[in-house]
């Protein structure tokens, strides 16, 4: 695919989904996946996941299921906040949009604080609730 195809194919996709492809493939390379081994999770070809984390093509939501099974993260992660302001977007990242990264017990959360997965940092906040059936000291 040349490179005008390639970003008229970019172009044509759901705003929504503009991150997905970056977000996914930080996902992958942080737990020391290859291609080849999140395709075989989710049952799709190397050049399929390829396509979805350069923003070819975009997954559907049984596919996004697959993914975020296979990578241990909730499916809303994939589906990013609200837009930001303009001169925010990219840099800052409002307490009410910070993306869920999931839980992993009871009471725990913990949230994205930067604005997406594939950049040159990402810091996340973790923090725990008390159970309701813990007693009181």
Do not use: C, Y
Not at 64 to 82: E, H, T, V, W
């Amino acid at each position: 695919m040349s490179d005008a195809a390639a970003h008229e194919a970019m172009d044509a996709l759901d705003p929504g989904f503009a991150a997905l492809g970056g977000d996914l493939r930080a996902l992958r390379k942080a737990r020391g996946m290859t291609l080849t081994e999140l395709a075989l999770k989710v049952g799709r070809s190397v050049g399929w996941l390829s396509q979805i984390e350069r923003n070819l093509t975009e997954p559907s939501i049984d596919d996004l299921r697959k993914l975020a099974g296979a990578l241990d993260q909730p499916i809303s992660l994939f589906f990013g906040a609200p837009d930001a302001p303009a001169d925010e977007r990219g840099h800052v990242v409002r307490a009410d949009a910070r993306r869920s990264l999931g839980t992993t017990g009871e009471g725990l959360v913990e949230q994205l604080l930067s604005p997406d997965l594939g950049g040159s940092f990402e810091t996340s906040d973790q923090s725990s609730r008390p159970a309701p059936n813990w007693p009181r000291l």
